[in-house]
């Protein structure tokens, strides 16, 4: 389980931020997670909640909000893109395999919303 890593980081980084800007008490963190990114949702809550109870005395009321960024493919012959958890690589406008992922991997801290 690889999220409670990502927290690990998340927490760490969000930490340094605060104290960094002066910062006394964190209301939410926003996570941007891509739909093919390999991050479970359901495991980083649940990874956010342990980890901020136990290990972060900082972070205890700091709320976990997540973003869901939509895994879209390009096609490069007829230059559609596509819904890739729908369709995979084989685009569905033309039939090409000749294909990539622009958008949908990724995973980032958006926004730090402070008290």
């Known amino acids: 389980m690889h999220e409670l890593g990502v927290v690990f980081h998340v927490i760490k980084k969000v930490e340094e931020v605060a104290k960094e800007n002066d910062l006394t ?3 939410s963190v926003t996570l941007e997670i ?3 990114s390999t991050v479970i949702e359901d495991y980083l ?3 956010w909640k342990w ?3 136990k290990k972060s005395e900082f972070l205890k009321e700091t709320e976990l909000i997540v973003e869901k960024i939509p895994a ?3 096609c490069e012959d007829c230059e559609n893109t596509y819904s890739t ?3 995979g690589k084989t685009c569905p406008h033309c039939g090409s395999g000749e294909t990539y992922l ?3 991997n990724e995973f980032s801290i958006k926004e730090i919303e402070a008290r």
């Open 25 to 27: 008490e964190i209301k």
């Open 34 to 36: 891509g739909e093919v």
């Open 45 to 47: 809550r649940k990874c």
């Open 51 to 53: 980890s901020i109870e």
């Open 72 to 74: 879209i493919t390009y």
């Open 85 to 87: 958890i729908e369709y």
């Open 102 to 104: 622009v958008q949908g």
